[in-house]
């Protein structure tokens, strides 16, 4: 091997100690970015798992139990029905709104073969006139006009909703649903009519429900479903099980 | 006193900012969902969480809770690569708006909602937490300084 020079030998461990360097730079950066994509990756997992921990239902379906249907319940249908389907909804909820048709034509539907029974949930902290409209909702079902004013409510929500006036709005409905005016206007801010829809609320929300509109079909609380067809497909499986 | 080795302090941080993370990004998703979670714990959450100081100008405060986690997670990492003053220094003033915030969400709860939601006070706790544990990293940069200067 030959010698090197002094001055030969001082370059290549220069060379060295900046190969050294470089390498280290390198390594350093490698690891920057595979922390950083680390970091990113996990924090997308746990998004991922979220989403699919607030998809999940929350309650057992089994251990959820519905409370029984009485003569105060709000219902349309053959009380024999194979399939009772109990809905608990907001007139201000907009997807509630959504699913009055669905509901409306599962009714014309299947005649006979259905028990639909509506229930309270005005969601009171973020519909401002949940309440009240709820109210009419009651002070309507008193003169046997529930459905009518029901329609009403809903197809109209876009003009109510924000209103600071909604009571007069209401009073209009049951002028033209022609109902008997003293007795609505009595109806509607009547004690009956608070307890009830209170009622309804807190055995709503005891049951799981945390959302409007929820659906259970004989007593098991069913996702929305997505469209008329899948709602009606589901009401069909219940009628055809017995 | 010191409570936490010094070493210990950024990655606890960046644990409870990932800890707050998923609580805020969970309220975030149900918000989105138009639900809103179990409440075990406390009584009256969905009370909270549907009123009107859930959100600000239509955005929900969760959300805006998420981002401001990440953004801790962030400069943590940053600070973790290089730990220059800036990023302590960003770390305790991002943590000190949070802690603010976290103050005037609890009062809200407190004296107007009248009403707790568990995973709201926890992600309060959790503010204040990373709030004081930024704190000592914050001094530990001015006190480096000082060093430095003198």
């Known amino acids: 091997m030959e010698k090197l020079t002094k001055k030969e030998r001082k370059e290549l461990k220069k060379q060295e100690w900046e190969e050294k360097l470089n390498k280290e730079k390198r390594s350093k950066m490698l690891k920057q970015i595979a922390v950083w994509a680390g970091a990113v990756f996990i924090l997308i997992v746990s998004v991922w798992g979220l989403i699919q921990i607030a998809n999940s239902p929350q309650t057992n379906p089994e251990l959820v139990k519905l409370p029984p249907i009485t003569s105060s319940d709000i219902a349309i249908g053959n009380p024999k029905a194979k399939a009772v389907l109990v809905e608990y909804a907001d007139f201000q909820c907009p997807a509630c709104a959504a699913y009055q048709p669905f509901v409306n034509q599962l009714i014309i539907d299947f005649k006979d073969n259905i028990y639909f029974v509506y229930r309270f949930f005005p969601l009171i902290q973020t519909h401002k006139n949940a309440m009240i409209s709820a109210q009419a909702g009651f002070a309507a079902h008193k003169q046997g006009k529930f459905w009518e004013m029901d329609n009403l409510l809903y197809t109209d929500q876009k003009s109510w909703e924000n209103a600071s006036n909604a009571k007069e709005i209401f009073i209009d409905y049951a002028s033209k649903l022609k109902l008997d005016m003293e007795k609505f206007q009595a109806d509607l801010e009547s004690d009956e009519g608070k307890k009830i829809i209170n009622e309804q609320y807190s055995q709503g929300l005891s049951i799981g429900v945390n959302s409007t509109p929820t659906f259970f079909l004989n007593g098991v609380k069913i996702q929305n479903p997505r469209s008329y067809n899948d709602f009606k497909q589901l009401v069909q499986n219940e009628i055809d099980k017995k | ?150």
């Open chain 2, 1 to 150: 006193m010191k409570l936490i080795k010094n070493k210990y302090i950024l990655p606890l941080i960046g644990f409870l900012a990932f800890l707050g993370f998923l609580d805020a990004t969970y309220l975030t998703i149900l918000h989105y969902k138009n639900a809103f979670p179990p409440c075990t714990i406390t009584k009256g959450c969905e009370t909270v969480l549907t009123s009107q100081f859930a959100t600000i100008f239509g955005v929900p405060i969760a959300l805006l809770g998420s981002l401001f986690y990440v953004s801790i997670i962030a400069v943590c990492l940053m600070f973790y690569h290089n730990s220059r003053k800036i990023f302590s220094n960003a770390i305790f003033f991002i943590a000190a708006t949070g802690v603010i915030a976290s103050i005037l969400l609890f009062y809200i709860q407190l004296a107007i909602l009248k009403n707790f939601c568990q995973y709201c006070v926890l992600s309060e706790i959790i503010n204040l937490s990373i709030f004081f544990l930024s704190y000592s990293l914050f001094k530990k940069g001015k006190k480096k300084e000082e060093a430095k200067s003198s």
